[in-house]
């Protein structure tokens, strides 16, 4: 830990980071543009200029040096005197913002960024009231440049945030900067687009509304969204998400930095994957079936018609011939409640992981980079929560097994009883499980879309997307994360922790944390993992 | 719905145009490797010997040079275009550059730029219709002490007079330089000290 003097207060930082950092860190608020903590240094907005004592050439004496040095360029050094809150700093910011504005167009009211932008905040913050600019601005052009960006370049400030992503995180070098001067601009080589699988992060890098997301272009006005820390479900990576909704419709999902899981960045498939949770075609009340007619039932009776079919079936063929599937796409707290439910009716119940969902391998970024450089990872493993939902069948005691075993176990007539949980946002159901459902005498199916296993089901319980629930996902390295709810579930509907905690025999609302402190007693993974995943260290 | 956008989807030439560089031109570019310690620092001589051998650097060239130094065509663009020296579609036999900078602005060079205009009937940044001549102005020529002055190709004309011009052009010499040429972006033969072939 490095001791620095910032405005006449010392404080603490780690060492070897850049002074805009450390200051950041202790609340001060610097204005900067180029510089990101997840990219190489530039030191080209020269917004973040600080003064800095050093020991005079002579005498060696400490003095103010009559230049100014770029924070975000200069390591902090144990001992270090450097000040932001002087009158040459505030000019320097203020020259700085005017030269930003030179040739923007203002075009706040139309532009997708406007509330987010860091243009609106250090014009408002550090800038001027007015331009004295009166010739003819420069009007840069406003370009397709792939399948999911427009690049606004008349917004751009040339911080280069893009391009430097594009080489050092993706590595994928779409982007580049062409001419020079006031005519710099960003742009990619004609016929061959920015398209990438991490491609998204280039919007969130930006720190004006330059590079634009078609997905949510002219969607919504950013300050009626609300932002609420969420685990991205796309694979078991995790990574760190916020999910911006209004008026209970998600509008985007945005990265949360989140230091050895996904630093600062998220991956298209997660970012524009969550469509689904808007789908018209979801399941939102509980059935059941009555000879070849299904029937909606009350929620209320769900308790009671799943106890006792459970009990009667038991009693009937046996606590061995009950299997409970656990999907990875639960959260942990929702699959401990299930499995010490079934437990408790069927003691040598059979604890199944559910339907991994895999595809294709693991994809490393920077393309084409060693072992130890790889700076963000999308995993093949298409769910959030294989691991945690593992962990809690094995410590839950009794047989367990994986999903194509419960298949080949559950054709040759092992089970007579299953409680199968899905909640893929994709088709799922593998063509083995017709044969699978004929064996099944009872057959509880809790799933987001209606398919063949809600067909055979003689109850049918809606499941909610992640957004709707709370709890907490493991993942593939086994960090358990928690998420909250975001939004309110469809009209009809319940969120799977509640019913859950209902049929289980609680009273009161289902609480992710609640219940984690429970299975804490059991497993000690569970304890005091926070009640909000980590505060982001860096905005913007 | 946007604004009306430039579609940067568009590929700038057909995906089977035939290549635009020789194997000599790749071979020369490949001799400059030995000099640096990454492939991409020879991209500026790499540039320099495209623009000689071609006249200009297209978008094919381009993604043809990047090929070579096994980089991205996009950071061959990136370089390319910083650089005004390097024309991006085909210019005239011989490059006029007009110095529009002070000192030869005080001392006539303005009248010297109008009477090329005229000569010639192109712009700047236009290319005779015979493709003799392409007329470009510059920012300075560091012949300050000779203004007016212009270059035609690499020879520098000192004190033009806008009456000299018709004469001035119509001499077929009029680029022949005094001194021989840099050899900078030459790739000398013996680069390689260690021993190693320069074209490995």
């Known amino acids: 830990m490095a001791k620095i003097t910032i405005d006449e207060k010392v404080i603490e930082c780690r060492d ?45 004496e400490m003095g103010w040096v009559p230049k100014l040095f770029p924070s975000c360029q200069t390591p902090v050094r144990d001992g270090m005197i450097v000040r932001f809150d002087s009158e040459v700093v505030r000019d320097n910011q203020k020259s700085c913002m005017e030269y930003f504005l030179i040739d923007h167009p203002l075009d706040c009211p139309v532009c997708d960024q406007a509330g987010e932008c860091y243009l609106q905040d250090y014009s408002q913050k550090f800038g001027n009231s007015k331009s ?138 997660g970012r524009f994957g969550f469509k689904y949770i808007h789908d018209e075609k979801r399941l939102t009340a509980p059935t059941v079936r009555r000879g070849a007619d299904t029937e909606e039932v009350r929620w209320d009776d769900v308790p009671e018609i799943v106890s006792f079919r459970f009990e009667q079936h038991v009693a009937k063929h046996g606590d061995d011939s009950v299997a409970v599937v656990l999907s990875p796409m639960m959260s942990c707290e929702e699959a401990w409640l299930l499995v010490k439910f079934i437990r408790g009716i069927a003691p040598a119940a059979t604890a199944v992981t559910g339907f991994v969902p895999t595809v294709g391998e693991a994809q490393h970024f920077p393309v084409g980079c060693d072992a130890e450089n790889v700076k963000f990872t999308i995993l093949p493993e298409k769910c959030p929560n294989r691991r945690g939902v593992e962990l809690i069948a094995e410590r839950a005691g009794g047989e367990t097994c994986g999903f194509d075993e419960f298949v080949k176990r559950a054709t040759s007539g092992a089970f007579s009883a299953a409680w199968i949980v899905g909640g893929y946002p994709e088709a799922w159901v593998p063509k083995e499980m017709t044969k699978v459902v004929k064996q099944l005498e009872t057959l509880v199916v809790q799933d987001i879309f209606a398919n063949t296993l809600t067909a055979a089901a003689s109850l049918v319980l809606p499941a909610c997307a992640w957004v709707e629930r709370d709890g907490s996902f493991m993942n593939h390295a086994g960090k358990v994360q928690p998420f909250e709810r975001a939004i309110r579930v469809r009209d009809g509907a319940k969120r799977d922790g509640q019913y859950l905690f209902e049929i289980s025999g609680h009273v009161g609302l289902y609480s992710g944390d609640h219940v984690r402190e429970m299975m804490a007693d059991e497993m000690k993974e569970f304890a005091n993992i926070g009640d909000a995943p980590p505060k982001p260290v860096h905005q913007h | 719905m946007a604004w009306k956008t430039i579609d940067r989807n568009e590929p ?66 990136d370089t390319l275009s910083f650089y005004t020296h390097f024309w991006t579609h085909p210019k005239g036999k011989k490059t006029i550059t007009v110095c529009r900078s002070i000192t030869c602005e005080l001392l006539g060079g303005r009248e010297v730029l109008d009477a090329i205009k005229k000569h010639l009937g192109v712009g700047e940044h236009e290319t005779t219709a015979d493709g003799e001549y392409s007329l470009v102005t510059e920012e300075c020529l560091a012949g300050c002490d000779h203004s007016p002055c212009m270059l035609i190709n690499e020879k520098l004309h000192k004190r033009v007079q806008p009456a000299d011009i018709p004469k001035l052009l119509a001499d077929t010499d009029n680029d022949k330089l005094d001194m021989p040429r840099s050899t900078l972006f030459d790739a000398p033969a013996d680069v390689a000290s260690d021993g190693a072939s320069v074209t490995s």
């Open chain 1, 16 to 60: 070897g980071v850049p002074v805009l950092q450390a200051a950041i860190e202790a609340g001060w608020d610097i204005p900067h543009y180029c510089y990101h903590p997840g990219l190489s240094v530039t030191a080209s907005c020269r917004l973040c200029l600080m003064e800095m004592q050093l020991p005079h050439p002579k005498t060696g």
């Open chain 1, 132 to 269: 004295r600019m009166v010739e003819q601005k420069l009007v840069g052009p406003k370009k397709d440049i792939g399948p999911k960006t427009y690049l606004y370049s008349d917004r751009c400030v040339m911080c280069t945030r893009c391009v430097r992503f594009t080489e050092e995180i993706s590595g994928t070098h779409e982007l580049c900067s062409v001419n020079r001067g006031a005519r710099r601009e960003i742009d990619v080589f004609p016929g061959m687009p920015l398209d990438n699988p991490i491609q998204g992060n280039v919007v969130d890098v930006c720190p004006v509304g330059s590079l634009l997301d078609k997905d949510f272009f002219f969607k919504q006005r950013v300050w009626f969204l609300s932002g609420t820390p969420s685990v991205c479900p796309g694979c078991s990576t995790g990574c760190a998400i916020r999910v911006d909704q209004n008026e209970n419709t998600v509008f985007r999902l945005k990265p949360r930095s989140n230091p050895g899981v996904n630093d600062w960045w998220m991956c298209d498939e």
């Open chain 2, 12 to 77: 700038a030439f057909d995906a089977d145009a035939p290549n635009v560089l020789s194997d000599a031109v790749r071979e020369k570019i490949r001799s400059f490797f030995p000099r640096y310690e990454t492939k991409q620092a020879a991209l500026l001589p790499a540039l320099h010997v495209v623009q000689e051998t071609l006249g200009h650097v297209s978008f094919k060239a381009m993604t043809e040079v990047a090929e070579v130094l096994e980089i991205h065509p996009s950071q061959v663009f």
